[in-house]
């Protein structure tokens, strides 16, 4: 009888931690960080971007006599989810300032560097005094000292002593920048209300540069004391602007050990996707050493913060195979606790200090939720599940479609076009990998298309209604399974490049001289020997085939030049 009644008390003990760990486990549970909304576990709170993209060390601050908060970083919008991957950050950095309840105020991009001093903008010829004014206008400098940097050091000591005394407010400034090879500092002075700066040269410097970091605040920002004697009795003027740092108490958010109790961020799963398994790296007399090598995968992390917990999923996330230890790159700023209130802002980042873009990185704000629907920056006509089964950069683009006009799919198990990439009405560039055997009917929908790459698939037939696409000058169906040229494209004169390379192409038509834009013409790894006789007219025609221009005729040789 004891035993029976043991079996009652435990099967529902059992039952009950299965469906608590297959709970905190399931993937469904679980929002992907590129989502727009992104609600706390009781829906009262949401996770909401500031900044998306790659962020390089974002410095964040409240300012309490505008009560607002803003972060400053580096973005860069490169990936291996974009078509164009080699492209990198824009000059300067993206700025965003937002209200107590966590709601954007302000986002802009500028070049100029930030002073948390006097919460200006400088320049070395223009300035934007920012949080004076709140306006995002730039200004020419009052006067522009040292403007041909050609100033000796007792000229410059003289001057500087001149400009100090005579001077309101004085504040040393960096102004080193990307793409500036000439500026290294510079002093700000204000003297009857007018902005005024003495340049610093970056080959002969008269500024003394300082480096300084601290992990607490993300702060890396070098500062500059002018290279005068007696320096000490010519000090910056007190800070025009309070503007308090938000720190955090995780400096290193790339070792994250799954260890511990009463986290802010608690792994409950990873996927592993890739491992590199056990690396050697040196041999102790005859015996080999190993070392754990590394994976990649998408993390399943429950977020606590301000008494809410948010169920997110991060993807590329490497670890050292066979130990706790992941890549996470996660880690939260708060204004300090001497200013800290119930209502005060939490941020989040989410980076990478190394590989591609993560796709949902960037800097997120924990506020007030918006709404209480999880759904409601999807289409509305789709539910969860379906918009959860499209390929990752889908989901992205479906987020915000008027706005696409990108799109890069691999999908090698997909054997159908995928129906959703019609609602991209603004689409421009398709690139896919997929194992589908035609280009359909539906491409048509794309009107704005200019450029289709679809590689490495199983393509044999192309829809007659990729006429349609008037704008479409570049196509590349580069290993497929063509065996014939598609003459359709013979009624798209408007191409300029093709590439029907590594399919089983016997020749070409002979009327592809039809095609009088053409430029450049791929078809190499083809069954092609012999041209047709039209296309010795085509003049502005380069065709690539390696070998190919050895053996035609010398009324072709013109064809081969690459120069065209």
Known sequence: MSK???????????????FLVSQ??????????????????????????????????????????LKQYMVYSDVDESGSFKIYESKTRSEGKTYATLDEK??????????????????????????????????????????IHNKNLDLGEKAFEKLFQELYVTSDYIEFINLRASQDNNHQAGIIFKRNGKVEILLSGLRDSRMICRFQEDLTTNNRDDYYLPNISNKENFPQSAAAIEMVPLVTENTNPFIYWRTGFNK????????????SGWNGIMKWGPIPVYVPGESSGTTYVNFKTQGETFKIKILDVEKADYLPAYHLGLHTFEVPESFRTPNSLAF??????????????????VRPAST????????????????????????????????????KLYEPNCTIWIPEIERLKNLTHLQIETAM??????????????????????????SPNITELKDLTDIDLFSNNLREFPRVFLEMQQLEKLKIGANKIAELPAD?????????????????????????????????????????PAAYKHLFNYKN
């Open 4 to 18: 029976l009644t043991s079996l009652y008390i435990l099967i529902p003990i059992f039952i009950l931690a299965f």
């Open 24 to 65: 905190a486990q399931n993937p469904l549970k679980f929002t992907y960080m590129f989502r727009n909304v992104i609600l706390s576990k009781s829906k009262t709170m949401e996770l909401a971007p500031v900044l998306r993209g790659r962020v390089y060390y974002p410095r964040y601050f409240f300012i309490p006599s």
């Open 102 to 143: 966590g709601n954007s105020v302000i986002t802009f991009q500028t070049p100029l560097r930030f002073s948390i001093r006097s919460g200006s903008f400088y320049g070395p010829h223009t300035y934007i005094p920012f949080l004076e004014t709140g306006k995002t206008d730039t200004l020419p400098y009052y006067q």
């Open 264 to 275: 802010t961020f608690h792994i409950k799963k990873y996927s592993k996707e890739s491992s």
């Open 348 to 365: 989040m980042e989410s980076v990478q200090n190394s590989g591609s873009n993560r796709l949902g990185g960037g800097v997120y704000v």
């Open 372 to 407: 209480n629907n999880p759904s409601t920056d999807i289409p509305s006509d789709m539910t969860e599940k379906q918009f959860s089964g499209l390929p990752l950069p889908l989901q992205v683009a479906l987020l915000d479609p008027d706005n696409a006009t990108h799109l």
């Open 437 to 462: 055997t035609e280009i359909p009917d539906g491409i048509s929908k794309l009107t704005k298309l200019q450029s289709l790459s679809i590689t490495h698939s199983k393509i044999q037939k192309v």
């Open 512 to 552: 592809i001289n039809r095609l009088e834009n053409l430029r450049y013409l791929g078809i190499i790894l083809t069954d092609i020997t012999t041209l047709p006789e039209s296309m010795i007219g085509m003049d502005k025609l380069y065709i690539d085939c390696m070998g190919m221009e050895k053996e035609v």
